[in-house]
């Protein structure tokens, strides 16, 4: 058995197929408390047969990024267990979920973006309510399905980690964003002190020094040195002026 998203609406490629139908001739045993008359007992089944179906945080590990769409597609990185009709447990995988939009921080008319690779893990959130006319057009909608917690309606945000993929050095004294190896980073401390760090820092547009500009290593323009240690040509004794700085 495999669940699979609903997806009627216009964001999903998959239709007519819920995410909470048994198929494949899995079916839950009967418990003993479902043996029961006694109406307490019946009644925390049926909750706990609700809630296996109630989806809403997954860690989820990324198959396919669209950066047109701004969509995941996803596998959860938990498998469900289900229990077979002779009382064994089986544990299921959930099938790709499609489209799932990526929540990038953004607001006031900027953004913070960053490159989504297959392998990348994230947690994904599934929406009370079907998303997919919002999705589509944007304002406020109503429901496509009258779905909810369905798998069909996640955000994906890459926040969490495993274990074995988290940051290894994090600072505990500034604010940092960096690659994962660390060795590209701009930092920002409490006291106002700004770190960058990488390979190579190009800025196509003018900049402006108001505090002075100290420089430690080469100092060039055009590509030639202009630093304490330059050199001039044609130079005169006297009041004359020398040439440009040697190349």
């Not at 109406?39 to 296996?52: G, P, Q, V």
């Not at 973006?113 to 297959?118: A, L, M, S």
């Not at 002075?212 to 040509?233: E, F, M, P, Q, Y």
Request: proline share 8%.
């Amino acid at each position: 058995m495999v669940y699979k998203p609903s997806g009627g609406g216009p964001r999903c490629g998959c239709t007519n197929i819920r995410y909470n139908n048994y198929s494949g001739g899995l079916i839950m045993a009967l418990s003993n408390n479902e043996r029961s008359p006694h109406l307490l007992n019946t009644i925390n089944d049926a909750i706990k047969s609700a809630l296996a179906v109630l989806w809403t945080n997954l860690p989820c590990i990324v198959e396919e990024y669209d950066p047109d769409k701004q969509t995941v597609s996803v596998i959860s990185a938990i498998k469900i267990p289900v229990m077979l009709e002779d009382g064994s447990m089986k544990h299921e995988e959930i099938t790709k979920i499609p489209d799932v939009p990526v929540c990038w921080p953004k607001a006031g008319g900027f953004a913070l973006t960053f490159p989504i690779n297959r392998g990348d893990e994230c947690l994904v959130h599934f929406s009370s309510r079907c998303i997919d006319l919002w999705w589509q057009s944007g304002g406020i909608q109503p429901p496509f399905e009258n779905r909810k917690h369905d798998l069909s309606d996640g955000f994906a945000s890459f926040a969490p980690q495993s274990q074995p993929k988290r940051l290894k050095n994090v600072a505990t004294d500034a604010v940092e964003i960096r690659n994962d190896a660390g060795n590209a980073k701009i930092r920002i401390n409490d006291a106002g002190e700004l770190e960058f760090l990488g390979t190579k820092a190009t800025f196509n547009c003018p900049v402006e020094m108001k505090d002075g500009l100290g420089v430690i290593g080469a100092l060039k323009n055009n590509d030639v040195d202009v630093g304490s240690s330059h050199g001039h040509t044609k130079v005169q004794p006297g009041i004359g002026e020398s040439g440009p700085p040697k190349p």
